[in-house]
């Protein structure tokens, strides 16, 4: 059964610091892996979407890597700022359906 | 483009009540997916469908349940409703069912009294 975990659980950082959530799975059968952001009470919005075959993925201050002979994920965001601050989640598709992390609530102070 | 739809956005029921909630996914995706989400759980995949099809199904008890049309549009109905279900209940569309990006709606918040 695959299981994703999220490290760390929660992260404050002043404005402007460069940082790295990390994701863990357990089965690297995986068909993609996406990253989602999510406001208090309000739905995910997805980040970057990065499929089995790829290493990594760019948008904007934003960029995740994967390697799946070791079932991890980082994502990368620069020059943090405040209006970063969410939770963050990371998701694995094996085929059936997603299988979500925990999350890393994320604060950026001003 | 406009996004993922769900309807209503909050809910309040009584405990042995009925609820149905409604998705409509992005215009040319097929592939619709439910997920409750819990402060205790977080997100669990309760079932997908494609093509009006259940493909695939969570380990949820029977009293939750769905289906899709044939616009794609789905609905996912809970009876016999409990304390327990309680939770913001999300849904994805996408293309198709594997490889391809999913987008969430806002999610109904359903809080049952």
């Known amino acids: 059964k695959q299981e994703v975990t999220q490290i760390p659980a929660a992260l404050s950082v002043p404005e402007g610091e460069n940082l790295v959530l990390n994701c863990s799975f357990t089965?690297?059968?995986?068909?993609?892996l996406q990253w989602f952001r999510q406001d208090p009470g309000k739905g995910l919005t997805s980040l970057l979407l990065?499929?089995?075959?790829?290493r990594e993925q760019t948008s904007g201050r934003l960029n995740a890597s994967l390697d799946k002979s070791s079932g991890r994920s980082t994502l990368y965001i620069a020059a943090s700022q405040p209006g970063d601050s969410a939770t963050y989640l990371c998701?694995?598709?094996?085929?059936?359906?997603?299988?979500f992390g925990p999350g890393t609530r994320l604060s950026v102070l001003p | 483009k406009a996004g993922v739809t769900q309807t209503p956005r909050y809910l309040i029921k009584t405990r042995g009540q009925q609820v149905t909630l409604s998705c409509s996914p992005i215009?040319?995706?097929?592939?619709v997916s439910w997920y409750q989400q819990t402060p205790g759980q977080g997100l669990q995949f309760l079932f997908e469908?494609?093509?009006?099809?259940?493909?695939n199904k969570g380990n949820f008890p029977g009293r939750f349940s769905g289906r899709q049309f044939s616009n794609s549009r789905s609905e996912m109905n809970v009876s016999t409703l409990e304390l327990g279900d309680s939770a913001l209940y999300l849904c994805?569309?996408?293309?198709?069912?594997?490889?391809?990006?999913?987008?969430f709606g806002q999610g109904t918040r359903l809080t049952v009294v």
């Open positions: 994805a569309s996408s293309v198709a069912p594997a490889n391809t990006e999913a987008f």
């Open positions: 089965d690297s059968a995986i068909y993609n």
């Open positions: 990065i499929q089995s075959s790829q």
């Open positions: 998701a694995v598709l094996d085929g059936q359906n997603f299988v």
């Open positions: 215009s040319g995706h097929r592939s």
């Open positions: 469908y494609f093509s009006e099809t259940q493909r």
